[in-house]
């Protein structure tokens, strides 16, 4: 067990923690790691692009009223303006950092997606803007002197005392080892959860570990409930969950049910372009309740080349499961994608824990509600990891008193029994987390109700009881347990959230109740708050 310092640590490398590495490397060493390999996150997977109003049909207040509809009277107003109103900026910077966005002759080409009354959309390299975004930033990471990049680390759990966090211990994924990883502060930008589901577009590494770390570490969380299913995956035996980018719906692609109807026209005037959440339960509800099996979304009407250059990366993937989309319909499926909620955080990504900062999908500053807007999300992760990283800096000069962590050390390595860490694969394990995808896909997903639910939660908890039977515990036991912390409270918020609002689907409740405008915030063992057990 080696122990390191750095000024600074920022745990998950997308867009949120590249730019906040880039921004904090000015101010002392920084140590950014990832759970994965750097490709292994959201960002690598956003396919639509990063949405900003600048185009002269557009303007921070359009953009404004969309992204609050979207979130369905349920976002932080001033946290959305100030995204919005700094988006011009983020955009800046990331074209400063090197990410290239496609022109229209001398304009800079903006997609459409659902929700967005304008063409708002900037995308790079057609639908492959995540990947564009991900290797400019990380490239200037590889060539900054004062970044240390750390890829297949996993975070383990937060060191802290006294409210205030001092560093992180992580386990490497090759050999097992424990390391302690020591600063001044730190930014949790992880990533969400979507891999809670047996259906999800996400990456495996997608299981909400830096939420659970914060939880355990003291911090609130809140809004976990609101999951957002993106309408359009592959659905191809054998093929994972792949993306249909929203932007080819921007495009003119249909939805189409097995008998060639356009069935958006029974759900919602905007059709194909309606809220993601609105989508995803027409979907679901035509698969559901009219027994179809299969539901499509169809470009092929469109010309060829134009669909492969615009959607190069959609093209050549389903081609690589035997579908031409330049002539064949796409069959789809929702699947989970976005959490809206996570660790809660103020406007300036400040947590209730010192030092410990929030940003991108692991946090929650309310700006997405109870829906995000799509391509909204590349914008949080650029504009607020500059306000996270800013904010830790300005808390870094503050002088505090010195504490000894020793004492806390010692006490959580017993408690976690770690010489008895392993890093080999364990089959049950595995299983288990199969289970637990299954249950959450089957029973917390797209529409819910009591029954499921209570259903689900004794499901959960019949996995950890197993888990705790496990004695050889390896990154797989880790991260099933943060898998279990996290599920058990989007179960809870499930049902104490009794309506219906933007992503959270109630049967038993279909509308949406004022009374649940505040949400419920979690914490570990405080009595004043709704704790989990
Ligand atoms: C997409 O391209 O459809 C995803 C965009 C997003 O999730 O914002």
Redesign the pocket.
Known sequence: MNKYYYDYIIIGAGITGLNSAINLSKKGRVLLISKGDNNECNTEH???GIAAPISTEDSVKLHIKDTLDAGDDYCNEENVKFMIENGKNAIENLIYNGVNFDFDGEKLSLGK?GAHSVNRVLHSNGDNTGKSIRLSLFNKVKNTSNIDYKSNLFALDLITKNNRVFGVYTLDKKNGELDIYLSKGIIMSTGGCGNLYKNTSNPEVTTGDGIALAYRAGAYIDDMEFIQF?PTTLNIENAPNF?I???IRGEGAVLLNEINERFMVKYDKKMELAKRDIVSRAIYEEIKKSKQKNIYLDISFRDKNFIKNRFPRVYNTCLKYGLDITKEYISITPAA??LMGGISADINCKTNIDGLYACGECANLKVHGAN?L????LLEGAVFSKIASDELYRYSLETKENEDIDDIIKKYLLEIDYKNIDYKKYKRVVKLKTALREIMQDKVGIIRDKIGLNNAFILICNIQKELELINKKNIDYFELKNMILLSKIIIKSALYRKESRGAHYRSDYPRKNDKFKNGFKFKIDDEKKVVLN
Not at 374 to 377: G, L, R
């Open positions: 956003a396919q639509g997606e993106h993306l980018s929203e932007a994608h976005y995000r799509a391509s909204n999300s």
